[in-house]
């Protein structure tokens, strides 16, 4: 199994002043902020700022404090921001802003600052906000962390609209948490062990009845295994469901009509624990140690709908090494 990539972080610039500056009053989060810190120099995340954080510090009037928050920040990697020509810097590339980053900037301006103005109050300031943002997202980074409430009220929208993942530093924290427990590998024994409801191969296709050994059939084995759960739908669709141990996340293929249509298993919805696909589509699970096994419905039977017995068929793979394209397996 392939080691999980390191999640990518993004410090808002207010965070890096609660984080270096010890005189400050007003920083929050700082141990939390201290454990990215540590997370950070273990190989756990990756930390960065953008080139805004430099135009923010330059305007601190305290010399002192400007010079040691400058010196502070030559730890991190610098990712660019939008191109302004009154806040050029030296230590990153600054992106060129062409009319899809345009229209990126515009759209995190109106959720976050609906109605801004260069007469509205702190407009810089506002301005330094967005184009933190949008230096984030143009570096291809996983996770904003801001304590600012005003963004965190509108992650949800931030996520939906422009995919815009925000966190506070404890959230963020938490997430790194159950991101590595979750890709930590463990070797899984099914439920019940019984043959006629266990197939350990990492591919084939299979018939059970789904209304014995408690709705479930298990596919794989040891890392790889999955205790795949169905209950009775009809006869053209069933139920699927994410709770057994093993199962991690579901998600239906949608547009796929055969398993090697799934080029990135990673790229579904995984947000609900039941799917009802139909006859033809094909279904994602990840199970706990971040292994992706992809199932095609051929064949149901319903006892309530004239069939002899409630029986499900269906072909699977699983990519045993942690990869996501099941185009080339």
């Known amino acids: 199994m392939s080691p999980p990539t390191t999640p990518k972080i993004t410090i808002d610039t207010n965070r890096m002043v609660g984080l270096f500056d010890r005189t400050s009053t007003t920083a929050t989060s700082v ?3 201290r454990e990215l810190m540590r997370y950070a120099l273990s190989g756990k995340a990756s930390l960065a700022i953008t080139t805004r954080v430099e135009v923010d510090f330059g305007r601190d009037t305290d010399d002192r404090r400007r010079q040691d928050m ?7 990697p610098v990712i660019g921001s939008v191109l302004r020509r009154d806040q050029a810097t030296q230590s990153g590339p600054e992106a060129i802003v062409d009319t899809e980053e345009r229209e ?3 759209e995190v301006q109106r959720i976050v600052f609906p109605g801004l103005t260069v007469s509205t109050g702190k407009y810089a300031n506002k301005v ?5 943002l949008v230096g984030h997202k143009l570096g291809g980074r996983d996770i904003f962390v801001t304590d600012d409430n005003g963004i965190l009220r509108r992650k949800g929208q931030l996520h939906s609209s422009v995919g815009l993942r925000i966190m506070s530093p404890a959230e963020c924290l938490a997430f790194i948490d159950a991101y590595y427990s979750r890709h930590e590998a463990k070797e899984l024994e099914p439920t019940n062990k019984d043959a006629s409801y266990w197939d350990n191969r990492l591919c084939g296709t299979v018939s059970f009845d789904y209304s014995n050994n408690n709705h479930s059939f298990t ?3 040891a890392l790889s295994l999955f205790e795949t759960r169905w209950s009775k ?3 053209v669709s069933i139920h699927a469901y994410n709770y057994s141990p093993s199962i991690d996340a579901l998600a239906l293929a949608k547009g ?9 298993a990673s790229a579904y919805d995984f947000s609900s624990g039941s799917r009802r696909p139909q006859k033809g589509q094909v279904l994602i699970w990840r199970n706990i140690n971040g292994i992706y096994a992809a199932t095609k419905i051929v064949a149901i039977k319903d006892d309530s709908r004239g069939d002899d017995c409630d029986e499900l068929t269906f072909e699977f793979r699983i990519l045993a090494d942690g990869a996501t394209d099941f185009s080339t397996s």
């Open 104 to 106: 990126l900037w515009q």
């Open 128 to 132: 330094a906000d967005i184009d933190h």
């Open 256 to 264: 796929a009509t055969e398993i090697a249509d799934v080029t990135d």
């Open 233 to 235: 739908a009809s006869d």
């Open 70 to 76: 400058m010196e502070n920040l030559s730890m991190f």
């Open 31 to 33: 141990n939390e902020l």
């Open 219 to 221: 596919i794989g084995e």
